[in-house]
């Protein structure tokens, strides 16, 4: 059986690796807006990101003071693991520790009292998401979301009539109401389909693909790449100051809906979309595949 202590060091390093280090394809992302800008202003805004990369990545220390929330999505594989009382309380423990040790700022608070437990725990706090598959291991991963960004997510309920087109509209306008607030550029997720909270839900997880990754559904994928391009045409840029990049990627998830229903759901990531990913194994050993 795989150990609580070692989910719960797992956790602690997941965090440490997704608050120092951004995943390649973030960072190789970037690396191209920086190269291909021609104006003065956002390239020099590009380069106080990149430079603010690499500091964190030397010192270990976050890149952002906002450390985000935790957000943490489980797979469970053909492996034992602690019943789910147990596994949850490893997670929260693991926040616990990050939150010291990487350290984390504790952001997590009650929404009417706004008190603090000082330690980003709290009711659905960390949020745990759960699925199956037939894998030989347990997978972790961890998307520490900044509120700058999330607050600019947007739901919309759109009528089937609007189709396509009205996906496009939605997505533009959500973008211009935007703006430079997400510390652009950013990373949009979108989850079209399901419910509404099916769709808000694939939003987010679109932002866990790899921006240079396209939807396997070959439709998806034409969909992704036109609205990347328009949406990048619109110039806000980096930090809202101009520019070719507003954009890093544009990832879509979706599901079947109603034959009546048409929701769309948009969750912008900024420049610093941190996440990071384990595989435990029962023999104890553990690989972070989104950090070789």
């Not at 939150?99 to 706004?114: A, I, K």
């Not at 960004?149 to 189709?163: D, R, V, W």
């Amino acid at each position: 059986m795989i150990s609580e202590d070692l989910i719960q060091t797992t956790v602690v390093e997941l965090l440490r690796k997704a608050e120092t280090i951004l995943p390649q394809d973030i960072k190789d992302a970037l690396q191209n807006a920086y190269d291909i800008e021609e104006d003065e202003l956002p390239k020099v805004q590009l380069k106080n990101i990149l430079d603010n990369i690499q500091m964190a990545e030397d010192q270990s220390k976050p890149m952002c003071q906002d450390t985000g929330v935790p957000i943490i999505f489980v797979t469970f594989g053909k492996v034992e693991v602690p019943e789910a009382t147990k596994l949850e309380n490893a997670i929260i423990e693991g926040v616990k520790t990050a939150t010291e040790q990487v350290p984390l700022r504790p952001n997590t608070v009650h929404p009417l009292t706004r008190k603090n437990a000082g330690d980003n725990t709290g009711v659905h706090m960390p949020y745990i998401n759960y699925k199956n598959s037939d894998n030989d291991h347990l997978e972790i991963t961890v998307m520490p979301k900044g509120a700058g960004s999330e607050n600019m997510s947007a739901l919309g309920m759109l009528l089937p009539a609007q189709g396509v087109k009205g996906i496009k509209e939605f997505a533009l306008q959500t973008l211009i109401n935007a703006g430079g607030k997400p510390c652009p550029p950013i990373i949009i997720g979108m989850g079209i389909g399901g419910s509404a909270d099916i769709s808000m839900k694939l939003a987010k997880e679109a932002l866990l693909r790899p921006v240079n990754e396209h939807n396997p559904d070959q439709e998806i994928a034409v969909l992704e790449k036109e609205l990347y391009e328009a949406l990048n045409a619109i110039g806000i840029g980096p930090m809202g100051l101009g520019g070719k990049t507003t954009l890093l990627g544009l990832n879509i998830e979706y599901a079947h809906c109603h034959t009546a229903s048409h929701p769309v759901a948009i969750n912008i990531q900024c420049w610093a979309a941190r996440r990071a990913t384990a595989r435990i194994y029962e023999d104890g050993k553990v690989e972070y595949p989104s950090h070789r």
